[in-house]
């Protein structure tokens, strides 16, 4: 199905041009000539992802973004901001308003196309993570034939338990089993040359971790260490193999989990290069929610500052600043050591 784009520009000549190029790169296109029409247009037709000049007659693109944040069916809807001007102060407005990028006029086709394309790409794997989150690896792994290599690890595979703050396994060492967490939590984490702790990857109840090694055939990169008490399901390479080789359903599907954190593993990247700490800390907050709380319904996070700021990659006392500054925003409460999210959609919300 083609991706729908609404372009929203008072100007006749580039609406007609940009709608254009992006009929030609088979979008789907839907175009206004203010923003009043184009919010009004939004609502109705929900694209993946429009594009929104920033000065128009009747509603510019700050009153257009500001608008769509207002509602739960829009606000997720990401926004290419188009201008002339080159200012700091409109980008920065622009940013914090909502905007998920800037473009400056003239640009290159190649340019919006490859803007378009990264925002998409992002909303994709945006909605990857929410239809998986409760239900971990088992939501790719939910048709009968793939159920029974979830069956073999808890049957046939080794059961361990760990305490909270024990190691799983340790960075330089060599792999020996692919891991299924039945109930608990588990980090994975690097040590920087400095002795700094990166916090690489959180995993819950029915995750699947510590795979990517054995593929490899390789040392693992990371320790992978119990954030409270968890009960895991093991298989040894040999069970592994076997079990992939003897079961093309489920592989094709564990293929399809590779790809997904290896893609979410390259965002993060991006979102420690180019976001801010507010936006980061809000999406970590996202994050250690649906992947520890979203199933029992509670909104209560226990992640110590030091965790949090080691998986944001900034410092203690800047996660403590900015985590105030939520509190006084309404958006989460502090309950002794614990972070209780009240506004989750504001988090989600939450840019540079």
Excluded: W
């Excluded at 909303?123 to 239900?135: I, P, V």
């Excluded at 030091?306 to 939520?326: C, D, K, M, N, P």
């Amino acid at each position: 199905m083609k991706k729908k784009v609404l372009l929203i520009d008072d100007s006749k000549d580039v609406r007609e041009n940009v709608a254009e190029i992006l009929s030609l790169s088979d979008y789907q296109v839907l175009t206004s000539e203010n923003g009043k029409e184009g919010v009004e247009v939004a609502q109705k037709e929900l694209p993946d992802i429009i594009v929104c000049d920033i000065s128009m007659p009747l509603l510019d693109g700050f009153g257009v973004i500001h608008l769509l944040s207002r509602s739960p069916e829009t606000s997720k809807i990401p926004v290419i901001l188009l201008t002339a001007r080159t200012d700091r102060d409109n980008f920065r407005k622009g940013m914090e308003l909502g905007a998920d990028d800037f473009i400056t006029k003239p640009f290159e086709e190649a340019e919006l196309l490859r803007a378009i394309e990264t925002r998409l790409r992002k909303s994709n794997l945006f909605e990857t993570s929410n239809q998986q989150n409760g239900d971990g690896f088992l939501a790719l792994m939910n048709d009968d034939r793939s159920l029974d290599f979830i069956k073999e690890m808890t049957t046939n595979g080794t059961s361990f338990e760990f305490q909270r703050k024990e190691h799983i396994y340790r960075e330089g060492t060599q792999p020996r089993y692919v891991y299924f967490i039945e109930s608990g939590k588990v980090k994975t984490v690097m040590l920087s040359n400095d002795g700094k702790e990166l916090m690489t990857g959180l995993y819950g109840e029915g995750d699947i971790f510590g795979h990517l090694a054995m593929l490899e055939d390789a040392e693992y990169m990371e320790s992978a260490l119990a954030v409270e008490p968890v009960k895991l399901y093991a298989l040894n390479k040999t069970d592994f193999f076997s079990l992939l080789g003897a079961n093309p359903g489920a592989s094709a599907k564990f293929i399809r989990v590779m790809a997904n954190q290896l893609t979410e593993a390259e965002d993060k990247l991006l979102r420690l290069a180019y976001d801010s700490v507010r936006k980061r800390v809000a999406e970590a907050l996202v994050e250690v929610y649906r992947t520890y709380t979203l199933g029992n319904g509670s909104r209560e996070i226990e992640i110590s500052r030091q965790e949090l700021a080691s998986y944001v990659g900034t410092a203690t006392e800047t996660v403590i600043r900015t985590l105030s500054s939520f509190k006084q925003e309404g958006l989460i409460n502090i309950v002794q050591s614990n972070i209780v999210i009240k506004d989750l959609a504001g988090l989600i919300r939450m840019k540079n």
